[in-house]
């Protein structure tokens, strides 16, 4: 049982870091949350049977996090696939997925059920819950872009992760990670660059947010390109703030749960 990146960039990939998403994997079950890049791809490359995918996070619906979904499913249909795929996200962009899909013309073309899935936007709402894991979402902070923070949990072992996904610092992602071994918090810029992107968080913001979620371990995601060079100054801004484990994000590792 383990978590891993597909991706870690932000918005703009570049040849070392391809735009955020991730999986949580298990022997019954594959979650993908998000969905850029080429996944089936990405899936191999992380040791990941694309046709074991059991569930879809789409946490929002900005190109970065959901254009890859149309070539996944075509990549599904083409690999014959006829188990059910569950699509989730929140009520607002279910109509925009469905709509997306169908530009494709890949309703029509389906050989599996495929169902979408629209979460309402309250803390600690459950989306989701396998044999392995539970998944619960919350509201964040990304300006005008609805947007969900995503807990997942392993009753099992104990340890949960929670992902921020794209948000300004926000204490709704705080009180989700609470109790939770690992958060994974967008880390877009430095602090000596705060503001320069909207509805996003600096290193040290990750880190204040971590301490306050009392959580072990922060795993820095979703860095701006500009700052592919510099990725260890970002942690120690980090460490600033917060005094258990700072990691960056490292593609395509297995992280156990």
Known sequence: MHFVFLGS???????????????????D??????????????????????????????????????????SLIQNLLLMKRT?????YCRTEHAAT???????????????F????????????????RTPSFVVTASPNAH??????????????????VVYSSDTEPCEAVARLARGAHTLIHEATFPERDRGRFGAHSTAAEAG??????????????????????????????????FGGTVEIAEEFRRYPI
Not at 121 to 126: F, I, M, N, S
């Open 113 to 128: 059920p495929l169902e979408i899935r629209g979460v309402e936007p309250r803390e600690g709402e459950e989306l989701l």
């Open 29 to 70: 079950s594959v979650i993908l949350v998000d969905c850029g890049g080429s996944p089936v791809q990405k899936l191999l490359a992380a040791s990941v049977d694309p046709p074991r995918l059991t569930h879809i996070v789409i946490t929002h619906t900005h190109p970065d996090h959901a254009y890859g979904l149309p």
């Open 208 to 241: 204040q947010i971590a301490a306050r979620a009392c959580v072990q371990r922060l795993i820095l995601t979703h860095i701006d390109a500009l700052y592919h060079g510099e990725v260890e100054g970002l942690a120690a801004e980090a460490r600033r703030h």
């Open 9 to 27: 960039s932000g918005a703009i990939p570049s040849i070392s870091r391809d735009t955020t998403s991730l999986a949580f994997v298990s022997d």
């Open 97 to 111: 997925l469905d709509r997306l899909l169908e530009l494709f013309g890949l309703w029509k073309r389906l050989t």
């Open 143 to 160: 300006g005008a872009m609805p947007n969900l923070a995503l807990r997942v949990d392993a009753p099992e072992k104990k340890l949960g």
């Open 83 to 87: 188990t059910p795929l569950g699509l």
